[in-house]
């Protein structure tokens, strides 16, 4: 997944099945060879929307941080110390639509949040990133 210049870029698809309670799953690493920004997004949606958007977005360049954003939750972010390993982090986002809540856990931290206006189910999920060159795995839903 590799964005244009700077700019924020996506890839959304919709689920197979609408999810009112989930828990998605995926790995991400600096594409090979890149000397872009270290970021991977696990977007999530209740809708086709750009504000629709939840992005649970892992920096792991020199802002070392987990952030939850989009216009329908509280925003919230956290500085998290990120050892580099092999390079490999796993994301694993748990949303919960009925109790408006979101959780977000990679790279040893964890950060939560709630909606302002939940869907009523997540409908959409993807990857994203800003500035960025980055491989991930297939999502995995549970």
């Known amino acids: ?4 210049d700077a700019s924020a870029g996506y890839a ?12 998605f799953r995926v790995t991400a690493r600096r594409a090979f060879g890149s000397t872009r920004h270290g970021n991977a997004f696990l977007i ?9 958007r939840v992005e649970c977005r892992l920096y792991y360049g020199g802002r070392s941080s987990l952030a939850i954003a989009g216009q329908v939750v509280a925003p919230v972010e956290k500085k ?5 390993g092999d390079g490999t982090i796993e994301l694993t986002v748990t949303v919960d639509c009925a109790a408006g809540s ?16 939940p869907p009523g189910a997540v409908t ?5 990133g800003a500035n960025s060159d980055t491989e991930f795995s297939a999502i995995r839903v549970e």
Do not use: Q, W
């Open 12 to 23: 959304i698809r919709p689920c197979e099945a609408p999810l009112s309670k989930a828990t």
């Open 80 to 84: 998290i110390p990120i050892e580099r």
């Open 1 to 4: 997944f590799s964005t244009n």
């Open 44 to 52: 999530f949606a209740g809708g086709e929307r750009a504000s629709d």
């Open 124 to 128: 959409h999920v993807g990857y994203g």
């Open 102 to 117: 979101i959780r977000f856990a990679a790279a040893g931290g964890e950060i939560a949040t709630r909606f302002t206006e």
